[in-house]
DNA sequence: TCGATTTGGTTGAAGTGTCACTCACCCTGC
DNA sequence: GCAGGGTGAGTGACACTTCAACCAAATCGA
């Protein structure tokens, strides 16, 4: 049976045309082989987690190295709550901590300590490198191109019209609210 | 600030090409709105998770209706806990159930029930709808097949040599043999 | 100005994935 | 036949994600 390694095996390719099928559980298989493995060798090279590295990325990415937890959340379109638990986490871990905001007493701030940043510095360059071995050692130029045309037109669709409304649960948590076509990073 | 949504925001892409850093970028965010989306309209529309379609494809996939455990974590690339784990959870919901295996004491075959058949008959065609409308809607036949082909190469360069190491975790549990004196997937 | 609503953020519980470990069974060489 | 190792599978602890509920500070509106 031809070592069928996924997914989407019959049922539901029949109602795509049979190169999309194969475009599509190549695609699946891929993207879940490579995000373990990048994972995977995170957690290896450095002592951190994907998640981890993509907080400490927006915070180096800032001059003075804080940012507010709400401002995370919308930048990694990661939900608050889900900030909220892996701040505390790292906090726990040394990699970041918690100020509050003097300007509005609810907002607080998350800053990167020294363990943060050269966790960080740590992390980048093979995590890069890792990057660089698995996909764009392999791709020419046109495939370059074509994976990021592919990627933004996917995202885009993802990101406007019905399917926004509910993304925008990230901005506002009143989805009955959202339905028309605005909100949730209108592109343009 | 041009709705920065990702990540990769600097010190990773360094030490990509420009076009490099554009493209991965694209991809990772993409990658990451797609799955998100598809879960949530998978458990919208059915009352199943991708994992559990992954898991009812598999079987509906043989005649018989019946897959052994090891075979269910192989054609997923799932770690044998996971599947563990995850049957056990449809178990409990009635999708699947257990039966031991005659011929192997050890073995034990996951089997769907009507419960599960019914769920994935329901769940399939609005998938594969979704699929269509957030992807293959909007590529045309070139697109596709750089998808396709893409998704290959990244796939086998994550399968094959020493990358396929770490992988073979799900094959044998002896991993300490597998690393000859580098182990994190040296090039070449 | 005061109540209602919104906003920034936290918390707890439940579902999921991973790791390390265990257990039972199979198979081989002696 | 039986000791040793390999293999199929389950388990518990812990990390992570989501959802819903909550709280307190800020803001809006009459």
Chains 1, 2 share one sequence.
């Not at 475009?23 to 699946?28: I, L, M, T």
């Not at 804080?66 to 701040?87: D, F, N, Q, T, Y």
């Not at 901005?171 to 605005?182: F, G, K, L, R, S």
Request: net charge negative.
């Amino acid at each position: 049976m031809m070592c069928q390694l996924f997914p989407y095996a019959e049922p539901v390719t029949r109602w795509l045309e049979p190169e999309q099928q194969q475009a599509w559980r190549a695609y699946v298989r891929m993207q879940g082989e490579l995000n373990a493995h990048l994972s995977r060798q995170m957690s290896v090279d450095s002592d951190i987690s994907m998640a981890d590295f993509a907080v400490l990325v927006q915070l180096t990415d800032t001059r003075d190295e804080r940012v507010r937890v709400l401002e995370l959340a919308r930048s990694l379109h990661w939900e608050k709550s889900r900030i909220s638990h892996h701040v505390a986490r790292m906090e726990k871990r040394g990699l970041v901590r918690r100020e509050n905001c003097r300007s509005d007493g609810r907002g607080s701030f998350v800053v990167l300590t020294d363990l943060g940043r050269s966790a960080i510095e740590a992390a980048a360059p093979s995590h890069a490198e890792t990057v660089r071995k698995l996909v764009f050692d392999l791709l020419d130029d046109s495939e370059v191109t074509a994976l990021r045309e592919i990627s933004e037109k996917v995202f885009t669709r993802l990101t406007t019209g019905e399917c926004a409304a509910v993304i925008a649960r990230c901005d506002a948590d009143d989805p009955m609210e959202v339905v028309p076509e605005e909100s949730g990073c209108p592109e343009a």
